[in-house]
């Protein structure tokens, strides 16, 4: 539930993202009101990006599930004392999961991708 607090002159409000994480912002709102309807606008439109419905707010190219294996592959496994790993990687993970994409608040989809 979203909320409204008053804090060095200023309305802030808080809300759980798309993530799932609490997030907070000071706005330039008026009046208590309002703040809480921005708050709640806020939160349904993160709600919204939960379900799938809209958007997810993106800093950058999305990518694969098969791109994001390999960068972990080449930054974090090649460092590790044990070769099963990266052995247990490559027969685990089907090849239609790696066209998934993947990435924050997903949905699932990746999930549902490899289950198939």
Same mark, same amino acid.
């Given at each position: 539930?979203? &909320?409204v607090f008053?804090? !060095?002159g200023a309305w802030n409000i808080k809300w759980r993202d798309a993530a799932g994480r609490?997030? &907070? !912002?000071? &706005?330039s709102c008026e009046t208590k009101a309002e703040a !809480? *309807?921005?708050a709640i606008d806020l939160e349904k439109k993160a709600e919204r990006q939960r379900e799938g419905l809209e958007a997810l707010p993106g800093n950058?190219? *999305?990518l694969t599930f098969g791109e994001l294996l390999e960068w972990w592959w080449k930054n974090y496994v090649r460092r590790l004392r044990s070769p099963t790993v990266g052995r247990f990687a490559e027969k685990h993970l089907k090849q239609e999961a790696r066209s998934a994409p993947f990435g924050r608040g997903d949905n699932g989809q990746t999930r549902r991708s490899a289950e198939q």
């Open positions: 539930m979203a &909320s008053r804090w !060095k609490w997030q &907070s !912002k000071r &706005s !809480k *309807r921005l950058g190219p *999305r």
